[in-house]
Each structure stands twice: as structure tokens, then as C-alpha cells.
């Protein structure tokens, strides 16, 4: 397989809607070069895995948001603290998915 032709191809295909793409790779695969479906599959993989990371994104800031402001309840802040600990929480928890090395393991 000629990984140059994949990258071409790829790149032609970039414009093409996910679900035409889709039904393009599932359908009859008897007229296309193995080149054209590794292009397909890789376009495919790579839309899955954006839209995968914004929705796991988005129940991480729910839950640390959660957490947080239950933490700044418990410690008995007043309302306006536990409410900006809240947002706080939410925002880190969002953007830990999209900036590298934001929240450093242990």
C-alpha cells in the first residue's frame, strides 16, 4: 500500500460528510483501491475520536464541577465560593482534555 496515494487521497476526501463517507466504506467495496478504503477508514477513525473526546470532555467538566463545589460545600465556603469552585472545577475539568500536561499525575 502506498502510503503517499493514502495521504492524496485522504486529503480529496477531507470535504466528503461523515455519513456519505460511511455509507461509501460499508457499501460495495468491489470498485475501490485498498488504498481509497485505508483513506476512508483513517478519515472515518479520526471523526470518531474528535467527537468521542468532546463528549467524554464534557461529562469530565460535569463531574469535576460536581466534586468541587460538593468539596467547597463541605468545607462550609459561603454560597457565592462553592458556586465559582463549581464553574471553576467545570472549566478544568474541560480543558484537561484539550491542553496537554494541564493536570499533572501524581
Known amino acids: 500500500m502506498d502510503p503517499a496515494l493514502v495521504a492524496s487521497i485522504r486529503k480529496s476526501l477531507e470535504a466528503t460528510p ?3 463517507l460511511r455509507r461509501a466504506y ?3 467495496k468491489a470498485g475501490k483501491s485498498p488504498e ?4 476512508m477508514r483513517q478519515l472515518l477513525d479520526e471523526r ?3 467527537r468521542n473526546k468532546a463528549a467524554v470532555a464534557l461529562a469530565s467538566a460535569i463531574l469535576m464541577g460536581t466534586l468541587v463545589a460538593a468539596c467547597a460545600w463541605w468545607q462550609g465556603f459561603p454560597e457565592e465560593i462553592i458556586i465559582l469552585a463549581g464553574v471553576g472545577g467545570a472549566i478544568l475539568g474541560f480543558a484537561s482534555w484539550y491542553i496537554p500536561g494541564l493536570i499533572a499525575p501524581a
Open 18 to 20: 461523515t455519513e456519505d
Open 26 to 28: 460499508e457499501g460495495d
Open 36 to 39: 481509497e478504503l485505508e483513506a
Open 48 to 50: 470518531r475520536a474528535k
